[in-house]
């Protein structure tokens, strides 16, 4: 099992920038793919960005390429999420998530929550 703890969420201008970090427990992180997912005010959880294993592959939502950079440190059991140019609708609860297979998680983060103003 993987436990996984988010931090670096805040209130940031627009233009900002904050780096979120996810650090996960347990001997196996290596072992999976990992993943970032946000929940806006009323809307459903989104994936938002995803590292393999290895750290050779990156995949990301459209609207977040350029803006932000996943990366991970396997010896820390840590993945991170570095998000530039922050804008208000960047505004929600963001997770990370540790999989398997794929990037559907088998295991979540509680969240941390990031507020983007205007």
């Known amino acids: 099992q993987v436990q996984l703890v988010e931090s670096g969420g805040g209130l940031v201008q627009a233009g900002g920038s904050l780096r979120l970090s996810c650090a996960a427990s347990?001997?196996?992180?290596?072992?999976?793919?990992m993943g970032w997912f946000r929940r806006a005010p009323g809307k459903e959880r989104e994936f938002v960005a995803g590292?393999?294993?290895?750290?050779?592959?990156?995949n990301y939502v459209d609207s977040m390429k350029g803006r932000f950079t996943i990366s991970r440190d396997n010896a820390k059991n840590t993945v991170y999420l570095q998000m530039n140019s922050l804008k208000p609708e960047d505004t929600a609860v963001y997770y990370c998530g540790a999989a398997l297979r794929g990037y559907v998680p088998d295991y979540w983060g509680q969240g941390t929550q990031v507020t983007v103003s205007s």
């Open positions: 590292i393999n294993w290895s750290g050779t592959t990156t």
């Open positions: 347990g001997r196996t992180f290596s072992s999976y793919n």
